[in-house]
């Protein structure tokens, strides 16, 4: 078996060079699809034939699926040399994946400083501010002249992420001054020192612990390239750029919408990961549907004899539910979304159910009188005979669509708020979650109207 493999594998090697000659006259992004393309260990040799600068720039951007197995695979030398020239970010996106023994193996190897940004930036979380911050950020004493600053920015511009924002700072403490542009330097008079560039605005800053969504959402809000992280007393610690906010915001939308769907997030893309993986994303949850799906066989047990005398309610039963569902799943997704992108807020619980409330009894009264007309066209052109009580029935079903989907659309926007208090995602409130909720009670709405109206005729 293993000769086969080798033999495979043989004439793809000795072509690596001739590969890794057409990954350079790629752009970065093409280059690392193709080389996210190739089989392993076919991308090891590739890197180990290429330039070292074009090794750094492939594994310095996030796209690159798998980093860390060709990082292990790779000579020591060649690993070290790659994960000293990438950012800092992404050398600690990389450290994250690699096994235990690889990890302390390789950092033994990397330079005090690599080490030391390493080890502070390991003890954050990934969905924090810390996590997702590199520690190799411009910064510059207030006292040095702009032509001075200019000439050094011209000096280290190749060891930073990125050049464009740029942080005065107290030499002595590293606190945080103010942050500054390029531009700003570009425009300031050549003689005027760095401190005199006046922003009379307080610089926007996070803490190290700050979740990745508020970050985002500050990026987003006053248009910046970089966010400043500070630590409680006000020294710049790093800075977390726009394009690993990006990156991180992919990866949280990707989690939101699994989560939504009824599973549990992938660790992995979807064609790569394990069938086992996969049944284990997803058994817990269908497990948990299907639990709760029985109390609506319970609900349908406790309404036996109702339904023995009025066989024709059974009929309606998957138009009653059905609709409450969904009318919850579109109540959620609203609200998921507005929380998400910072439209609402917590304290603002009661005015979404004060606008939910009308919301859902008109939607409700729409369908209701789709309902009853439904009944009412297919009695008198005799498609079906419901009985000479049909008006009632027809009643019954239009008074129960109000009900089921008012609750419905209550209960779909409040269950986000109610698991974000919890401390919980709030897309974990997922549509069939929400829709197995709502059919419970929505049986429960249906038979209890069910019995006021056609008491003393068919029940």
Not at 77 to 89: E, K, N, T
Not at 137 to 156: G, N, Q, T
Not at 298 to 326: C, D, R, W
Not at 358 to 384: E, K, M, Y
Request: proline share 5%; with cysteine.
């Amino acid at each position: 078996m293993m000769d086969k493999k080798v033999e495979k594998s043989t004439p793809a090697l000795q072509d690596a060079a001739a590969i890794a000659e057409k990954l350079g006259k790629l752009r970065i992004a093409d280059a690392v699809d193709a080389l996210d393309a190739l089989d392993h260990p076919i991308d090891v040799a590739v890197v180990k034939a290429m330039p070292q600068s074009l090794a750094v720039q492939l594994f310095d951007e996030a796209g690159l699926d798998h980093p860390h197995e060709i990082i292990q695979d790779l000579p020591e030398d060649r690993a070290v040399a790659i994960l000293d020239g990438i950012s800092a970010d992404r050398r600690v996106e990389i450290f994250r994946k690699l096994p235990k023994d690889d990890r302390q193996r390789l950092t033994k190897l990397l330079s005090p400083a690599d080490q030391a940004s390493l080890a502070q930036l390991l003890t954050y979380k990934p969905s924090t501010a810390g996590g997702m911050m590199t520690t190799e950020f411009l910064s510059l004493p207030p006292d040095l002249r702009v032509e001075e600053a200019l000439r050094h920015i011209r000096e280290v511009a190749k060891e930073k992420e990125t050049i464009y924002s740029i942080y005065v700072v107290d030499p002595a403490t590293q606190q945080l001054i103010r942050p500054i542009s390029l531009r700003d330097l570009i425009l300031a008079e050549p003689s005027a020192t760095v401190g005199s560039i006046q922003r009379n605005r307080e610089p926007i800053v996070v803490l190290p612990t700050t979740d990745r969504e508020e970050v985002s959402a500050l990026i987003s809000k006053y248009d910046l390239l970089a966010v400043p992280v500070v630590d409680p007393s006000g020294k710049l610690i790093g800075i977390v750029t726009v394009d690993d906010v990006i990156d991180a915001m992919v990866e949280e939308t990707t989690e939101d919408v699994q989560r939504f769907g009824g599973m549990e997030s992938l660790d992995a893309p979807y064609m790569e990961i394990s069938f086992l993986g996969m049944i284990k994303k997803r058994a817990g949850w269908l497990c948990a549907l299907f639990l709760s799906e029985m109390l609506t066989a319970s609900a349908m047990q406790h309404y036996e004899g109702q339904l023995e005398k009025a066989v024709v309610l059974t009929l309606f039963i998957p138009l009653i539910m059905s609709s409450g569902g969904n009318s919850g799943s579109q109540a959620t997704s609203l609200i998921i979304r507005a929380i998400a992108l910072g439209e609402v807020k917590l304290k603002d619980w009661w005015r979404i159910a004060f606008r939910e409330l009308p919301s859902g009894l008109v939607l409700g009264s729409l369908l209701g009188v789709i309902g009853f007309a439904r009944i009412t066209v297919w009695q008198v052109a005799g498609f079906h005979d419901y009985g000479e009580h049909w008006v009632l029935i027809a009643s019954t079903v239009a008074a129960a669509l109000v009900g089921i989907v008012t609750f419905g659309s209550l209960a779909g926007s409040m269950l986000p708020f109610i698991l974000k208090r919890l401390g919980f995602d709030p897309a974990t409130a997922s549509a069939p979650f929400v829709a197995t909720l709502v059919d419970v009670t929505g049986l429960i709405i249906y038979f209890s109207i069910a019995y006021e109206i056609l008491k003393g005729t068919l029940l």
